[in-house]
């Protein structure tokens, strides 16, 4: 025994000193501390933009609250309809003048970056888009204010990360708590901030990345309930499951929500591909839109703006069947004008909206139906709501958090878990993806076949060939037909052509003259780099 107690000080420090070496090695504690720096930054930025859309409502509606439906009820019909255009000339003046991309960034421009290495985002126009975003949602643009906000957080951690040359493990991980600052701090729901920065945009849970992603996010909970309250976002009226006979009731409301998402998707996508064909100058589209959305506005106001308090009404059952049913139709058509025409904002809250609507009308037509079983409006509000939206934004796990935060309420878990994983499950067989990932498609990025189908999509010949030895031929022979590659054919493109034709090596021609050779590429070498590629994603996710 004493030579074991004698012993225990080395055995101790024998297993204790790798672990701290690696550990200090890996830069942790120095992200730890970025990641509390990272999130009293996002949490100021999310505090301004709130009070930046504020601002603006009290400029035409005299309020300085969300209540934007109430207040342009009692607004000249004129000032709604002009608002949101003459507020869409400045946005489009700031669009054309500012911004290179000629759009706004949300959170697909936030999974590209993760997905390229924790990319920076560029801070000027970073912030100039939150600028639009605000401005755009102030004076009534029919979206919604998280993914901006996303973005916002976004760009002040990568610059962080950039600025102080982190692994790209670390980039990725700051990129992470700048996410779960920023949907902490417009929530109030820390622990779904956590979960939708490791859901959505890193897209595996690591315990490496775990923490500091919590500390910024608790942080960014923390500044924000200082300056707005603990209070959670909607007011939910007293709710309990009459009986677990409703459960078929539950599941059938979970199509209904399904079927709801993919249309509100559709009617996004087709409404933006339509407007890429008609010829306006960038500076009038946001005011044309803008037009169509104050004249929209004039007849149902609950569809101007975030729509926090419209939701908030159907979650308490004040709004009847048929106002439900028409502003699920007016929100779309709304926020389907509005992000085609190049406003700001993002699609979490309305979607919150619509399912909101749609869970509120299918409890009035089920208690219509069956009185003595069906619960009251507002749950089935609240189940609509969670599972339209995490059909949208494609995140199960985190859209149930949120609207437990959202709205104190757990007793609804059952049905919660059951209408939304039904809904997701529609919206994945009939449209395949979610909202985000069809914008990265439209740009040439697919996510949604795993890290594995991305590294093999966007590495390039460019990047692994081997250029010509000085002195070389450079032309190609004009009896040679074996297959070539061009720099810019990728990855899962090279391999194929290499396993079918069973080459060790083959050339690499320029795109501008295919009978000049710039470079070789081998089999072997475009292997390794594919491999190392799965190594590195692996080792990330497992630490």
Known sequence: MREIIRQLPEVLTTWIRPNAAAFLQSREPLLWLLAMLTGIAVAIAAIIFREAILLTHFLWLGITTENVATAAANTHWLIVLLTPAIGGLVVGWLLTRFIASRRTGGVADVMEAKARGGRNIEMKEGLMSALISALSLGVGASAGREGPIVHLGATISTSIGEKLRLPAWGKKTLLGCGVAAAVSASFNAPIAGVLFAHEVILGHYSKRSFIPIVISSVIGTILSRMRFGDDAAFTIPDYQITSYLELPAFALLGLTCGAAAVLFQFALIGTDYVARYVTMPLWLRPAVGGLMIGAIGIVFPQVLGVGYEATDMALNSQYTLGLMLALIVFKTAATSITLASRFGGGVFSPSLYIGAMTGGAFGLIAAGLFPELASSGGLYAILGMGAVGAAVIGAPISTLVI??????????????????????????????????????????????????????????????MVPLAEGEEPKRSTEDDSPVLAPDTTLEVALQIFDQGGHARLHVIDARDESVIIGQVSQVAALRVYNKALVDISVEEHR
């Open 403 to 464: 609207v437990f935060e959202l709205t104190g309420g757990y007793a609804l878990s059952i049905a919660l878990l059951l209408t939304v994983s039904i809904a997701v499950g529609i919206n994945q067989a009939i449209h395949g993806r979610s909202y985000f990932q069809w914008q990265l498609e439209t740009r040439g990025l697919r996510i949604r076949d795993g890290p594995h189908g991305f590294a093999a999509r966007n590495t390039r010949v460019a990047d692994i």
